[in-house]
């Protein structure tokens, strides 16, 4: 007769042996199967290499797990199994440069009605430029360019709607895709704290508060051009610490 999980669980945590290991794995293979359905498979990439993704993700949710919460293993894990394809399908992405189609046709529009207004103005041009030839409200503005800086990134979101894989994936129904975008953002914020205050503030309150340039110049007590300049700091270094993680 096989040990039960609670019994193999107590052997583990007394004998620590690579065999009673293996045999915890195995049980609980079916939440690796359930990770690897929901992702759709790229390109370049087979079903079964996300697979071995996943089961190294388990391992190690194994070997770091405390315990004393072993009855709350299984939420633990599929953390543990879902972070682990992230991981390595965001390393295919960065080697591939993956990207969305329709968020690189925003971003690639957006860059190319900057240039227009700066050449036929022989100056910079300002976001509320910008704005207006997209038909843009500030907030809107503002998360279109968080986006940019999040597929800059390496968002993970292309492995979900990249017209190379699979399936296209509905983002206002599939609560997985929602879960990654968040986890790309919460990485994004974990970034902020290497900036400099201010930028810290402009970046935080512009892009996450959705507050205007105005508002933030005032509360800094400062002019909305070096609003506009600690902006600009605090965006380059963000997709440089991005593109290096």
């Known amino acids: 007769m096989n040990p039960s999980r609670n019994e193999l669980w107590n052997l583990y945590t007394q004998e620590k042996s690579q065999k009673i290991r293996n045999q915890i794995v195995e049980?609980?293979?079916?939440l690796v199967k359930q990770e690897t359905q929901k992702i759709k498979v790229p390109v370049g990439i087979e079903k079964q290499d996300i697979y071995q993704f996943g089961v190294l993700g388990l391992i190690k949710a194994v070997d770091n797990c405390d315990p004393d919460k072993v009855?709350?293993?299984?939420?633990?894990?599929?953390?543990?199994?879902?972070?682990?394809?992230?991981?390595?399908l965001r390393q295919y992405a960065k080697h591939s440069q993956g990207v969305s189609r329709s968020t690189l046709e925003r971003i690639k529009k957006m860059?190319?009605?900057k240039n227009e207004i700066e050449i036929a103005k022989n100056d910079k041009v300002n976001e509320k430029e910008i704005m207006d030839y997209l038909n843009l409200n500030e907030k809107e503005f503002s998360k279109l360019q968080l986006?940019?800086?999040?597929?800059?990134?390496?968002?993970?979101?292309?492995?979900?709607?990249?017209?190379?894989?699979e399936k296209k994936v509905d983002k206002t129904e599939d609560a997985e895709v929602q879960m990654l975008e968040d986890?790309?953002?919460?990485?994004?914020r974990f970034y902020l704290d290497k900036l400099k205050y201010?930028?810290?503030?402009?970046?935080?309150?512009y892009y996450f508060q959705h507050?205007?340039?105005?508002?933030i110049a005032n509360e800094l007590g400062v002019s909305e051009a070096r609003i506009s300049q600690l902006h600009h700091d605090g965006i380059n270094k963000l997709r440089l610490l991005l593109n290096n993680e």
Do not use: Q
């Open 211 to 215: 507050k205007n340039i105005s508002v």
């Open 71 to 88: 009855e709350k293993f299984e939420a633990y894990a599929s953390i543990r199994i879902r972070g682990e394809i992230v991981d390595h």
């Open 183 to 188: 986890e790309k953002k919460k990485e994004v």
């Open 27 to 30: 049980s609980y293979l079916n």
């Open 147 to 165: 986006k940019t800086l999040i597929y800059n990134g390496m968002s993970i979101d292309a492995f979900y709607e990249n017209p190379n894989f």
């Open 111 to 113: 860059e190319r009605i």
């Open 198 to 205: 201010k930028e810290k503030y402009v970046i935080d309150n």
